[in-house]
Structures are given as structure tokens and as C-alpha cells.
């Protein structure tokens, strides 16, 4: 890391303001290459920016000049040309290109799109700053979760090394197929980053999660089947870090970062209120809600802490000290989250109103005020009994 050459805040600047989109028939083109060259720099200076902890002024430029959109609209044209225009070059039998790297860097666009995008999408200010390519947005993460979804019954992904026999072509094809698998990691955790965001979103992107493309009971398909996680060999495997890593038996029992990344985006959709107001809790939803049956037990409850208790379970796992690369993701989870969800996180026992002893009684009137004892209830009296009957107007406090 101590090689690499880091922007100044005046060429990021010049460098984002230079983002535009382009067509499908300009993709590999001078221009095109620039701007993939210049989405790379913008890409490893905001990954650095947010590991050393100085402010993340790319995030900060893109919502700035408005080029969130301009990135949206980027991704998903190179998505189109992987699907539309890649498949025909390696269906032609007399294309043997000696060279296949220029085709990479359009196979590779859509990856350090994506991973950019992960990278700044924590910040609430970027979601709203997608304006109405977010609903492009949520409906390109929907695409990458069904095929993600899909492949789990398919088997492994390809291997990571060729064969010696292989074409260049087919290489590349490898290639892209095992890129593929991780841009569908990537869109699991900005899609996450969005939920974060629901009760803020506009009432047709709330419509669209949760009514066109139901992704609660996507969520639970992934939770369930887990593709991110297989067995060779009798040995769990993760997939992380480009690459399959065997999990030690003592570390099985933890959740990954991709399940508490499902995990967090469920408790968004069925917790928050707006999206509780909207989401329709059908036969087959329920159906769906039932393989989880901490899912189904919670949303059954009227307690709201019950559903915080298992969010408190997940996420200590999540933060688990012993997995190093996420220890950021927990700094970026403690900026990003609200203050309950802090609170079912690490909660703190309540202080009497009176003497700040620890406090187990509360005033069953207005539920507002603790207290470790009736004799401080009764002498905070003086001091609480306006804002209780403002509070809950009706019986004397118990």
C-alpha cells in the first residue's frame, strides 16, 4: 500500500467531474477506456480513504456534482453489453483474439462500478443523491440476487485457475462467470445500504422492494440456501476475498458478513414502519417467512424488543473481533444505524431519574422514566408529574 500513488483532492475533484455516461457502441473506445482507468483510481482511493478513517471526499464529489446517477446509468449499460453483446463474441468461431484484455476491462467496468458504489452507498446522503435511477438501482441488486438465488442449486462456481487447453476466450468466460458471483455479493450489500435507508425512500421504490420484487421473501431464499457458504471435502467453506477459505471449526457457529448483511436488509423491510405500513403479508409470504421460524416468531410479536434481541445476536456475531476484514464494515454499521438499533446493539441498563442508580421499575404511566425504588419514584414526583400527564394524560403513576 505504501507504492501506491493516492489522488489529490484536486485531481479526484477533476476526475469525477469527467464521469459521463456512454453508449453501448462507444464501450472500448479511448474515451471509454479513460474514464474505466480513471473509475479504478476513484475506486482504491475511496477504499483507502475509508480504511485509514480521513473523511471520504470521493463520496462526498460524487453527491457533490451528481454523479451517482451518471455511475447507475454506467452499470447498468455494461450489464447490458455482458449480456447482450459478450455472448455473441464468444460465440463467434473465427474471433480468436490474441489479446482479450480490452474485452476484460468491459467484462471487469461492471465490477469496479459496483464495488465503488458499495463502497460510498453507507452514506445516507448517496442513496438520496441517486434520485430516480435508485429504483434502476434496486431493480439491478433484484437481478443479481435471483441469479445469485439460481445458482445455489447449480453446484460450485468455476475453478479459479484454467485449464491449459482453454482459448483465450474460454478463459474469459471463466473469468467473468466467477466475477459475475462476486458483483452478486457486491449488489447483496448495497441493496442492504438502501434498507437502511426506507424510511426516507419515495413511496414507488418502497413499492417496488417490497410489492414488484417482494424482497423479503428473496432475502429469506438466500438466508436459507446461502450461497456464499459450501462444503468440500467435509470443510465448510466461505466464499471472501475472491476466493474460497476454508472456515476453522471454533469460527462455524458465527454468522458471515454476507448473512448479517441479509439479515440487517430483513430487519429494515419488516421493522421499519413505512415499509411494514406497505409490505402485504401474503399466504406465500408467509410461507416463505416460516423457513426462518426466527422470522415468523418475531413478526408474530407485538414486542418490538424481541425482534431488536435477535438483531443483538446476529450482529455480535457479525462484530466478531476474530474476522479482520470486518472490523470497518462494524465502524460503517455504528455510523450507519439509528439510535434503537444501537440500543438492541449494546444496550446500556436504565439509570433511576432520581439517584441514577440502576433502574428496574418504570413509571407505568407514561413509560418514559426509570427508577430503582418507590421512594425515588415518589420524590421525583414533583419534577416529573407535568411531563408525565403531557406524556399520558389519564391515571396517577402507580
Aim: proline letters at 4%; hydrophobic letters at 35%; one cysteine or more.
Amino acid at each position: 500500500m505504501g507504492d501506491l500513488e493516492l489522488l489529490l483532492p484536486g485531481e479526484a475533484d477533476v476526475l469525477v467531474r469527467r464521469l459521463r455516461s456512454f453508449q453501448l457502441r462507444e464501450m472500448g473506445s479511448e474515451g471509454w477506456n479513460q474514464q474505466h482507468e480513471n473509475l479504478e483510481k476513484l475506486n482504491m482511493q475511496a477504499i483507502l480513504d475509508a480504511t485509514v478513517s480521513q473523511g471520504e471526499p470521493i463520496q462526498e464529489l460524487l453527491v457533490t456534482h451528481g454523479k451517482i446517477p451518471t455511475l447507475v446509468e454506467e452499470l447498468i449499460a455494461v450489464e447490458m453489453w455482458k449480456q447482450k453483446v459478450f455472448p455473441v463474441l464468444c460465440r463467434l468461431e473465427d474471433f480468436k483474439p490474441q489479446n482479450t484484455f480490452p474485452i476484460y476491462m468491459v467484462v471487469h467496468h461492471e465490477a469496479s462500478i459496483i464495488n465503488l458504489l458499495e463502497t460510498v452507498f453507507f452514506h445516507k446522503e448517496v442513496c438520496e443523491s441517486a434520485e430516480d435511477t435508485v429504483l434502476d438501482l434496486v431493480d439491478y441488486c433484484h437481478r443479481k440476487l435471483t441469479l445469485l438465488v439460481a445458482r445455489s442449486g447449480r453446484g460450485s462456481l468455476p475453478e479459479e485457475e484454467g485449464s491449459q487447453d482453454s482459448t483465450p476466450m474460454q478463459e474469459l468466460q471463466k473469468q467473468a462467470e466467477l466475477m459475475e458471483f462476486e458483483i452478486a455479493l457486491k449488489a447483496l450489500s448495497v441493496l442492504r445500504y438502501i434498507t437502511d435507508c426506507v424510511d426516507s425512500l419515495s413511496l414507488s421504490t418502497l413499492s417496488r422492494m417490497l410489492s414488484t420484487h417482494n424482497l423479503p421473501c428473496l432475502l429469506v431464499e438466500l438466508l436459507e440456501h446461502s450461497p456464499w457458504s459450501r462444503r468440500e471435502g467435509g470443510k465448510l467453506q466461505q466464499f471472501e476475498g475472491g476466493h474460497w477459505q476454508t472456515v476453522a471449526p471454533s469460527e462455524q457457529q458465527k454468522l458471515s458478513k454476507l448473512d448479517g448483511q441479509v439479515w440487517i436488509a430483513l430487519y429494515n423491510l419488516l421493522l421499519s414502519p413505512e415499509a411494514r405500513a406497505r409490505y402485504c403479508l401474503t399466504s406465500f409470504a408467509k410461507g416463505q417467512l416460516l423457513k426462518i421460524p426466527e422470522i415468523w416468531e418475531r413478526l408474530e410479536q407485538e414486542n418490538r424488543g424481541k425482534w431488536q434481541a435477535i438483531a443483538k445476536h446476529q450482529l455480535r456475531h457479525v462484530f466478531s473481533p476474530s474476522e479482520q476484514d470486518l472490523r470497518l464494515q462494524a465502524r460503517r454499521w455504528a455510523e450507519t444505524y439509528r439510535l434503537d438499533v444501537l440500543e438492541a446493539v449494546a444496550p446500556e441498563r436504565p439509570r433511576c431519574a432520581h439517584c441514577n442508580a440502576e433502574a428496574s421499575k418504570r413509571c407505568s404511566r407514561c413509560q418514559n422514566e426509570w427508577y430503582c425504588c418507590r421512594d425515588c419514584q415518589v420524590k421525583h414526583w414533583e419534577k416529573h408529574g407535568k411531563a408525565c400527564v403531557l406524556a399520558a394524560p389519564g391515571d396517577r403513576v402507580k
